[in-house]
């Protein structure tokens, strides 16, 4: 896999789970 992908993956994940956290998408 793409380091650079990989990275992007886990920003994106990290960012969904705040988001889901705080039920704000």
């Known amino acids: 896999m793409d380091l ?3 990275f992007w993956v886990t ?3 990290g960012c969904h789970q705040k ?3 705080t ?3």
């Open 4 to 6: 650079g992908l990989h």
């Open 11 to 13: 920003f994106f994940t």
């Open 19 to 21: 988001l889901d956290n």
């Open 23 to 25: 039920k704000v998408i």
